[in-house]
């Protein structure tokens, strides 16, 4: 089957995703502190946004990661295997992770943003574990169907 143009473009998203995560979360410290210069309630709270937006950037970057490994099982043509099942209940653990620790930032302000990354991450997550299940159904009959032949 021939690779379509999607799908190598959603490789170069996600890979470029990742690594500009990586470079967004080492750099959280110095962008806060440069925005508390503009904007008050990033000097208010500095150290808990600095902790609370690494944390969920982490998590962040432990979905597009899973997100990755599954994206080659798609390149090499074998998408129904335990391991993306495994990643689909990874993610869908981190994107609750993320919602709980953005619920924790409504402590310090509330904001609508805020709010709707909550919901974003819960339907993520509860998506994610469905999909998952969809999967692990999906990998067995595959299984059953390869012992048969």
């Not at 909550?118 to 012992?147: C, H, M, P, R, W």
Request: one cysteine or more.
């Amino acid at each position: 089957m021939k690779k379509k143009p999607f799908v190598q473009f959603t490789k170069y998203l996600i890979d470029f995703m990742f690594l500009t995560g990586i470079i967004v979360c080492m750099g959280v410290p110095f962008i806060f502190r440069e925005a508390g210069k503009h904007i008050p309630i990033f000097k208010e709270n500095y150290l808990p946004f600095c902790i609370i937006f690494m944390i969920a950037g982490v998590f962040a970057l432990i979905i597009l990661w899973n997100l990755r490994k599954m994206l080659q099982t798609v390149i090499r043509e074998d998408s129904f295997v335990r391991e993306n099942v495994a990643s689909l209940k990874r993610m869908g653990i981190c994107a609750f992770i993320i919602a709980f620790i953005m619920l924790i930032r409504l402590i310090f302000v509330i904001t609508p943003a805020a709010l709707v990354i909550i919901l974003v991450f819960l339907v993520a997550g509860l998506f994610s574990l469905v999909l998952s299940q969809v999967f692990d159904q999906a990998v067995t009959y595959k299984e059953e169907n390869d012992l048969t032949i």
